[in-house]
């Protein structure tokens, strides 16, 4: 349960909405890596763009743990599991994708077609309606 108001904003700025850009932010970078990969851009491009979206992704991680701490939410040590997992997931992805093979890259955009897409609108979704209702 989130116990007091002030812990629903972050420089005035609502958590839930802080979260919310976070995740645009993350689907809108594996928009830019599947562009990268459909329009048959190099390597180096898919590369540069998948490690931008894996630092987001990580970041934004970081970020929905230490504002579920500060609210006390009670999913927290289930949420930080499941953000385990995908992080171990992304951290073997990243290290097959500096072999340089777009099959690397095409793994990457399953993981976030896949579970991350799942994760961003479902998992993350009972933090950010105990953050909108108050409880």
Same mark, same amino acid.
């Given at each position: 349960?989130?116990?007091?108001?002030?812990?629903?904003?972050?420089?005035?700025?609502?958590?839930? &909405?802080? %979260? *919310?850009?976070?995740? +645009?932010?993350?689907?809108?970078? =594996?928009?830019? #890596?599947?562009?990268?990969?459909?329009?048959?851009m190099?390597?180096?491009?898919?590369?540069?763009?998948?490690?931008?979206?894996?630092?987001?992704?990580?970041?934004?991680?970081?970020?929905?743990?230490?504002?579920m701490?500060?609210?006390?939410? &009670?999913? %927290? *040590?289930?949420?930080? +599991?499941?953000?385990?997992?995908? =992080?171990?997931? #992304?951290?073997?992805?990243?290290?097959?994708?500096?072999?340089?093979?777009?099959?690397?890259?095409?793994?990457?955009?399953?993981?976030?077609?896949?579970?991350?897409?799942?994760?961003?609108?479902?998992?993350?979704?009972?933090?950010?309606?105990?953050?909108?209702?108050?409880?």
């Amino acid at each position: 349960m989130i116990n007091t108001i002030e812990r629903y904003y972050v420089h005035g700025v609502p958590i839930a &909405e802080i %979260l *919310d850009r976070q995740h +645009s932010e993350i689907k809108c970078k =594996v928009q830019n #890596l599947r562009r990268s990969i459909v329009g048959g851009m190099e390597m180096d491009q898919i590369i540069s763009r998948s490690r931008d979206l894996i630092d987001t992704t990580l970041a934004h991680f970081e970020s929905e743990e230490s504002a579920m701490e500060a609210c006390h939410f &009670e999913g %927290l *040590d289930a949420h930080k +599991s499941l953000h385990a997992e995908m =992080v171990e997931s #992304l951290t073997k992805i990243w290290s097959d994708l500096g072999h340089r093979q777009i099959s690397n890259a095409m793994e990457l955009m399953s993981f976030f077609d896949v579970r991350l897409e799942y994760h961003l609108d479902c998992e993350d979704g009972t933090f950010g309606r105990e953050l909108r209702d108050g409880k």
